[in-house]
């Protein structure tokens, strides 16, 4: 009875951990599908956002929902605009150039804020008190119901988004085939714009959720949570979406289980364990096709 | 028979339920200089692809020099003695036409890792052989003069010339060439069936050619196989292909 | 061609005068300790860039982990001198056979990857070679490794350097090289030239590997301690950025590379809260206006004014 309870109360926070890992996940999957770049500057827009929020509660003495309002909006326009100033000029360059201009920006991101809101860590306001909700002994506390329930609602959204508005047709059809969309009148730029904005939204939210979770922020924040939300892409299948969040809570899981049951210090190389096995044994992830180059 | 270079026997190729290629036979006799032709995406690449192990075939044995190659990867093929050019170019486009052609040279390399580091032991003399054969083939595709550009900035002409040179350079007893002559003019193109004549006698190859251009396969062509929906229908001398009901409604279109 | 050893002596020169000078700038305490040290880190970032530049210039396999490598290289070589007072070359040597003997078992099944799989698949490796290092007690953990004798000076780094630079760059002027070569530039028309891609690919992976375990091991014999935060995959990137910077598939421009980053940052290390800002600016500036680095894939030897000095034949 004791060890299905352990095993229960590390799959719950595993499942929000997972969560927000998806939710990054989503934003590096988009991004991936429709320029097919590894977005390191990813974690970087994720610890900004935490910070907007941090500021929008701590500051301004704003409530959560109205911070993590604040944070999507302006951290979907700081996505849009990194796009428009550093990757835009690089459409057509060499791929490891645009990738190392993204370990550029990720670079600048993490050392300008640390400029601005110094190194320390900032501790986050306790939102909830000890709201908890007991169910047969596994303990859901109030920040992972939050967190819970945020993403239940933004995978809602962002699936509507994506299936039925113009603009997800769009999105979905550049990711497919950037030229033939552009070919069909889609204005691609416009699109890949849209898909940085809503990336960077979907970590900003995130970012204010993980403050909210573990209490902490620090400029450097982002760069593990990056990382894995990238396996976590890779593990559903680069560039489709329900493979991301697959992704992020599967990851999430396994690494409650890593930290709770065999050592929190091999939570990190967990992840990239799985990275490894995925990429050796099915290099497209759980959801993808295989292709193959014509010769 | 001693004299069959290349067998290809009841051969079958299934992409996800569709058969690019079914119950393919062809034998290619050494010194012969064959063509297999056919309509758009009748499957000829695709038999190269499977000549050279790009493909494994479904079913069917590929008989070459005596010996079965199915299961070998391309570069073990390539050992034993085919060599081939893309339909695609694949040059190597950063580097100069004469390291593209010395890069053929690889596995007829005898030194090792350690005398090449050291410069020592057989590597300066191979170097200097190396280096002059390429010169021989780069001068007889009318390519010396261009040994030091960078490959991709060669006109279109000279890389298919060139990607023959490199596959030539392999010292093939078998040379592929998938559509050598696509994109070139009238002229290019009989000049370039003429060199195909003339390195076929001078290095005794045998040669087996996919062509688009009906006229020009007629014109050099020993045999001709004709591919349709991935099997033959029909093979001969030009004269007998030019002739042949099956082959006038595949290329014409229209009832037979 | 047989201009080709002279070329060398000609380089073997100035690299002894080199030497010389800087060797006496050092001996005569021209140079405060702060520049000697960078002196050595230099030398040995000369090591990581042109060993990286060979995996990923030459062979255009996209490695991002050369710091787990070096890791490898550091440790066994410090576990060696420190607990079994080996002699230094020997520690050196058990490093660069660890790093390389690591690479090769990773190679095999990676180096199927491609692009950005590969990329993140070595960043992936490099992190759990740390983090397996951070989980040995034997190597002091987290807390790293202390009481390291200080066996690294110029002249080790210096001659190490020089050997790296002459290994690589007679390898990658070999039929050997030209295969990776090959492989960078079409995989498919260098497998129908009958190229054993697998075997260049691992191949170049493990010499890579090699040379960043006998850096780890310069490395980690310039200090008393060392720990495993040295080796993570931002290290990686700076090693990548060098080799970057200097140019994908020069040589040169590896050289380069770990000169200009070294310097940079140790110039800026007065203005720790800037230096980031201004080296990721820099960084997204040169990928704008000279992706292909500062050198291309050009050669020092090849260029106008040592035309006159080497005379050139294909080769260098």
């Known amino acids: 009875m004791e060890v299905t309870q352990q095993i229960l109360q590390q799959l719950v926070n595993g499942i929000s951990l997972g969560s927000i890992y998806a939710l990054i996940a989503l934003g590096y999957t988009m991004i991936y599908g429709i320029i097919k770049l590894i977005n390191f500057a990813h974690g970087d827009i994720y610890m900004v956002g935490a910070y907007i929020g941090f500021f929008a509660i701590t500051q301004a003495h704003l409530s959560i929902v109205p911070a993590l309002l604040i944070s999507f909006v302006v951290t979907g326009i700081l996505g849009m605009v990194v796009e428009k100033l550093a990757y835009k000029p690089l459409r057509h360059a060499p791929r490891i150039s645009v990738l190392i201009t993204a370990i550029g920006v990720s670079f600048f991101l993490e050392y300008t804020s640390m400029y601005f809101v110094s190194p320390t860590p900032r501790t986050f306001p306790a939102m909830f008190g000890d709201v908890a909700v007991t169910v047969g002994g596994i303990v859901i506390n109030g920040q992972q119901m939050l967190i819970l329930g945020i993403t239940a609602v933004l995978m809602v959204i962002l699936t509507y988004v994506v299936q039925k508005t113009k603009t997800g047709k769009a999105m979905r059809a550049a990711s497919f085939d950037t030229e033939t969309a552009q070919l069909m009148g889609i204005d691609s730029d416009r699109i890949i714009s849209i898909t940085f904005g809503i990336g960077s939204a979907l970590a900003a939210v995130a970012g204010v959720l993980v403050g909210v979770y573990y209490n902490s922020i620090d400029p450097l924040m982002g760069i593990m949570p990056g990382l894995k939300a990238f396996v976590a892409a890779v593990l559903g299948g680069i560039g489709i979406l329900p493979g991301a969040v697959v992704g992020g809570l599967i990851l999430g899981v396994v690494e409650a289980f890593v930290s709770g049951f065999v050592s929190s210090t091999f939570r990190d190389a967990a992840a990239f364990a799985i990275l490894i096995l995925v990429l050796l044994f099915k290099p497209t992830g759980l959801f993808g096709k295989n292709t193959k180059e014509k010769v | 028979m001693a004299s069959e270079l290349l067998k290809a026997t009841d051969v079958s190729e299934v992409f996800g339920g569709l058969k690019a290629v079914s119950d393919f036979n062809v034998h290619i006799d050494r010194g012969e200089l064959v063509g297999l032709i056919g309509p758009n995406g009748a499957g000829k690449t695709t038999a190269f692809n499977l000549f050279t192990g790009v493909y494994q075939p479904t079913t069917g044995e590929i008989v070459f020099d005596g010996k079965s190659i199915v299961g070998l990867k391309p570069y073990q093929i390539t050992q034993r003695g085919i060599a081939r050019t893309f339909q695609n170019i694949r040059l190597f486009s950063e580097l100069t036409v004469l390291d593209n052609v010395k890069i053929a040279f690889h596995f007829h390399v005898k030194y090792g890792l350690l005398e090449a580091v050291c410069r020592a032991g057989r590597y300066f003399r191979e170097e200097e052989e190396i280096e002059a054969e390429s010169m021989k083939l780069l001068e007889i595709f009318h390519l010396e003069k261009q040994a030091g550009e960078l490959a991709k900035n060669l006109p279109y002409g000279a890389q298919r010339r060139l990607e023959i040179a490199r596959a030539l350079a392999a010292k093939p007893k078998l040379l592929l060439l998938d559509e050598p002559a696509a994109g070139m003019n009238p002229q290019e193109t009989k000049e370039l ?45 030009p004269e007998e292909i030019r002739k042949d009901p099956e082959v006038i409604r595949a290329y014409l279109g229209g009832e037979a | ?300 030897t090849n260029m106008g004014i040592f035309r006159r000095i080497f005379r050139k034949g294909g080769h260098n």
Not at chain 2, 196 to 204: A, K
Not at chain 3, 41 to 66: E, P
Request: charged share 10%; aromatic share 14%; proline share 2%.
């Open chain 2, 193 to 237: 069936m003429e060199m195909i004549s003339w390195i076929r006698r001078e290095f005794g190859l045998t040669i087996l050619l996919i062509e688009h251009d009906m006229s020009l396969v007629m014109g050099i062509c020993e045999r001709i196989y004709v591919l349709e929906y991935g099997t033959i229908i029909a093979q001969g001398t």
């Open chain 3, 1 to 300: 061609m047989k201009y080709l050893r002279k070329n060398d002596f000609i380089m073997l020169g100035f690299a002894v005068v080199l030497f010389a000078v800087l060797q006496g700038l050092i001996s005569g305490r021209v140079l405060n300790s702060f520049w000697q040290l960078n002196l050595l880190i230099v030398g040995i970032n000369v090591i990581m860039s042109v060993s990286l530049n060979l995996i990923n210039g030459y062979t255009g396999q996209f490695s991002l982990g050369h710091a787990g490598f070096m890791a490898v290289g550091a440790y066994v070589g410090v576990v060696l001198t420190t607990n079994f007072h080996a002699p230094f070359a020997a520690a050196l040597l058990a490093g660069a056979a660890a790093a390389g003997f690591l690479g090769f078992l990773i190679g095999i099944p990676t180096l199927r990857l491609r692009g950005d799989y590969l990329a993140i698949a070595t960043l992936g490796l490099g992190e759990i070679i740390r983090i397996v290092i951070m989980n040995i007690q034997y190597v002091g953990g987290a807390a790293g490794f202390k009481g390291i004798p200080h066996h690294t000076n110029f002249a080790w780094v210096f001659f190490l350097m020089l050997f790296a630079l002459f290994f690589i760059k007679n390898f990658v002027n070999s039929t050997h090289g030209r295969a990776c070569l090959a492989i960078r530039e079409n995989e498919i028309a260098a497998e129908s030239m009958g190229i054993n891609t697998t075997k260049y690919k691992v191949m170049a992976f493990t010499i890579g590997a090699a040379f960043a375990g006998v850096a780890g091991g310069l490395f980690a014999h310039c200090f008393y301690i060392i720990n495993p935060a040295s080796f993570t995959f931002m290290q990686s990137f700076n090693y990548l950025i060098m080799v970057v910077l200097g140019g994908l598939g020069s040589i040169t421009g590896s050289i380069a590379g770990a000169f200009v980053v070294t310097f940079i940052s140790a110039a800026l290390a007065s203005w720790p809260e800037f230096r980031m800002i201004i080296y990721a600016l820099a960084l997204i500036l040169l990928m704008f206006y000279r992706p292909q680095g500062l050198f291309g894939y050009m050669e020092v």
